[in-house]
């Protein structure tokens, strides 16, 4: 079984893949609050952010074959514990019925400062 890579607008991806698939599931690698078609931090709060971060998760799965429902594990980084109910406003509305299984995380910090969420996710196809 050979893993595909998945990304979804075609750009160049010289660091990492935005996903992989493999038999039936898909790794997303984390994603973080940036538009990925205008490459601009969604904002600078965490609601802002996170809501990028799941609309960055749900392009992908959905080229991959699946969908959000079929997502069946998250991990949440943030770099501030004090946004977890916020964050978890945004991220629990993607999720209609059955969420995924999801770890949250506390990390001190992401690539840039301005960063506050990371989320990446496994999804079956």
Do not use: H
């Not at 750009?11 to 996903?19: D, E, L």
């Not at 698939?21 to 078609?37: A, C, D, R």
């Not at 802002?48 to 991990?75: F, P, Y």
């Not at 993607?94 to 996710?121: G, M």
Request: hydrophobic share 45%; with cysteine.
């Amino acid at each position: 079984m050979n893993p595909e890579i998945i990304n979804p607008l075609e750009k160049p991806t010289p660091i990492i893949s935005p996903a992989v698939k493999i038999g039936n599931l898909v790794y997303t690698s984390g994603q973080i609050g940036i538009n990925p078609e205008t490459d601009k931090l969604a904002g600078a709060g965490i609601q802002e952010q996170t809501r990028q971060v799941m609309d960055n998760i749900k392009m992908i799965v959905e080229a991959a074959g699946s969908s959000m429902d079929k997502v069946i594990k998250c991990l949440v980084f943030l770099t501030d514990m004090k946004d977890y109910a916020a964050m978890n406003e945004v991220y629990t509305s993607y999720f209609a019925s059955n969420p995924p299984a999801r770890s949250c995380v506390k990390i001190d910090a992401l690539a840039k400062p301005e960063w506050i969420v990371e989320i990446e996710a496994i999804a079956a196809v």
